[in-house]
């Protein structure tokens, strides 16, 4: 019997089954939610969604958005659920570090069976099933291929293929990325078969930019742009006095470090942000370097060779000037 087959039994074999994901949620984590939420619904199982927090605005758009319990406004309810459930789901990340360290313990105390569905690489979660797969472009692509090669693959409708849309587009770099295989594409042909609305997806995601958004990332190419390292690395820097300045609001700065990336020469490219706790990098690369290792080794965090995220609690100056001074180790 397939991997998958065995997921889909696991489900038909569960009584309370809870969906989690990471922190900071992003289009793949909230459309494999969302997706596999509707589709075990589908199967007529009790299932219910908890994430560390809340997603951006521009993703409300998605049917049962406001059906996700959240840990930051109601941690005893997310507790309860996870405590009563036989099935945990843990999509798209690798360590139970990532839903954050409140939830994280919730999950440790955690005694019934975990399923963990991800593209990252080594992931350390103990569970019953683990289909990790870092050649594919999303979390979301793994999801579809457990209901395509299952024996339910009838239930699949519009419903659960926008949200595996969205994930898909917004993890490929809208199928832009070297992840992205034939396979990603007979997905997505499937699912505007199935009626999937592609426009309306890419429009309510990516065509909602407030004003004072389109002012920060003016301004912060504008002056606070870097080019350093013999061309070909992008560094901006925004202080939480400047994020502030421009009422900065949740995902705003989101697709700032692909506008820096963009720039033609420039192989890697780093937003870092400063928060209320601490300073926040996130990396990207066209493709010659892997920006998850000094994610992983300097800055406690992790993610793909073409995508990934640290934090640092010295201040944003230092915080630059030791991203600097690294850059020769990582990228010759
Ligand atoms: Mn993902």
Redesign the pocket.
């Known amino acids: 019997m397939s991997i998958y087959q065995d997921i889909i039994n696991a489900i038909d074999n569960a009584t309370n089954i809870v969906i989690t994901s990471h922190k900071s949620p ?4 909230i459309g ?1 939610s969302l997706g596999l939420y509707q589709f075990i619904q589908k199967m007529n199982k009790n299932v219910s969604i908890c994430h560390p927090d809340k997603a951006p605005s521009f993703f409300n758009w998605l049917d049962n958005f406001n059906a996700i319990h959240l840990y930051e406004s109601a941690p005893n309810k997310v507790s309860e659920l996870i405590t009563n459930a036989d099935l945990l789901f843990c999509l ?1 990340y690798n360590h139970l570090s990532r839903v954050g360290d409140e939830m994280q313990v919730v999950l440790e105390q955690f005694n019934g069976k975990k399923i963990v569905i ?3 690489i080594t992931p350390s979660i103990d569970a019953i099933i683990t289909l990790s797969d870092t050649s594919v ?4 692509q793994l999801i579809y291929d457990i209901i395509d090669y299952s024996d339910k693959k009838q239930l699949l409708d519009v419903q659960i293929a926008t949200p595996l849309y969205l ?1 898909i587009v ?2 490929s770099g809208s199928f832009r990325f070297p992840s992205v295989q034939p396979r990603t594409h007979e997905i997505a042909s499937e699912m505007l078969k199935l009626g999937v609305e592609h426009y309306k997806v890419h429009e309510n995601t990516f065509d909602t930019n407030s004003i004072s958004k389109m002012k920060l990332n003016g301004y912060a190419i504008s002056e606070k742009l870097e080019i350093v390292h013999q061309n070909k690395i992008a560094i901006v820097s925004l202080s939480l006095e400047e994020l502030e300045r421009f009422n900065y609001q949740k995902g705003d700065t989101e697709g700032l470090v692909n506008t820096a990336l963009s720039i033609s020469g420039i192989q890697v490219a780093v937003l870092v942000t400063e928060q209320q706790e601490q300073i926040r990098l996130s990396f990207r690369s066209k493709g010659e370097y892997a920006v998850n290792i000094i994610a992983n080794e300097q800055f406690n965090g992790g993610g ?1 060779k073409y995508a990934a995220g640290g934090s640092s609690n010295i201040s944003l100056k230092d915080t630059l000037d030791k991203l600097k001074s690294l850059l020769p180790n990582y990228f010759l």
Not at 26 to 29: A, T
């Open positions: 992003d289009g793949d984590s494999s798209d991800d593209h990252h472009c999303s979390t979301c994930g917004t993890d793909h």
